[in-house]
């Protein structure tokens, strides 16, 4: 497994700075199709990923690929328009490279947002679930992104992650949520490799482990994050109805178009919350 060094992080951490006078102390990632949500950053300074050395390029169609750097709610923040995915064929430490950039960037606070399918029956699509908790699945498997030598400036070698997503958040996140008329779900997120879509079979299984939403992405960043000691909100846009009988057809093409109506419902969410920190 490819690892990631400290000069590496620290040499793309400089290289930011090198291009905007802001002090960002949220980080945002924006998943597939909710690339949108950047446009409301206010004064932004524009970094396509590809122009920072050694960062992580998603290659994915609803991944634009930059970073944006400016104000929203009057808080500074940086926002990741797309991210890198492992199964592009990057290392789990390489996918969250960022996060660790971030940290040494001195974001306090994550918030992560995703696609995810629906596996609760109940889900439909455009729905937004809070996420509660996950099952890092990758990582029981041997994909966790903190194996290899820790990285003691970070965190220590064994983080507890009884408390991945922050609680304080989430209670901002209802209250908004609430107080703009936006139905929120809550649940388990589940973290597959992908890239293949979830076989019926697959989803019986993992609906009869507990999660509620799947996804090929997220947990690994929220486990860096969470390593380094920062607070997290995690919110997964549902882009398409649990497929437990096999009797529908999952496509990207749907994933992105559930995008355009979860974007403004996302975007009144994690306004209200940064309006209440």
């Known amino acids: 497994m490819q690892q990631v060094k400290l000069e590496q992080i620290d040499r793309l951490a400089g290289e930011i700075r090198s291009r905007t006078n802001q002090q960002p102390r949220i980080g945002i990632i924006l998943g597939s199709g909710l690339g949108p949500l950047a446009d409301a950053i206010q004064n932004p300074v524009i970094i396509p990923c590809r122009e920072l050395p050694d960062w ?14 400016g104000a929203l709610e009057k808080h500074p923040v940086l926002v990741m328009q797309g991210r ?38 109940d ?9 509660t908790d996950h099952v890092n699945l990758v990582g029981m498997t041997g994909l966790n992104p903190l194996i290899g030598p820790n990285l003691d400036e970070f965190g220590p070698r064994f983080p507890d992650m009884s408390q991945a997503y922050d609680r304080q958040l989430h209670a901002l996140a209802r209250r908004a949520a609430r ?4 139905t929120l ?47 997290v ?35 009144m969410i994690v306004r209200g919350v940064l309006r209440l920190l």
């Open 123 to 131: 889900f439909e699509p455009g729905d937004v679930m809070l996420i």
């Open 84 to 121: 890198a995915h492992y199964y592009e064929g990057y290392s789990m430490a390489q996918v969250t490279m960022p996060i660790r950039v971030m940290q040494r960037l001195g974001i306090e606070i994550l918030i992560v947002t995703n696609a995810a399918g629906a596996v609760n029956p």
């Open 179 to 182: 107080e703009n008329g936006i």
């Open 233 to 267: 909100l995690g919110l997964s846009g549902i882009s398409n109805k649990a497929n437990l009988d096999g009797k529908t057809i999952t496509t990207h093409e749907e994933v992105l178009e559930a995008g355009r109506i979860l974007v403004p419902r996302l975007e």
């Open 185 to 231: 779900r809550e649940g388990i997120y589940i973290c597959l490799s992908g890239p293949s879509f979830e076989s019926p079979a697959d989803l019986r299984f993992l609906r009869m482990i507990g999660a509620d939403a799947v996804g090929m992405s997220t947990v690994p960043e929220v486990t860096v994050a969470r390593h380094g000691g920062r607070r």
């Open 56 to 69: 992580p390029v998603s290659t994915i169609v609803g991944h634009a690929g930059r970073l944006v750097i």
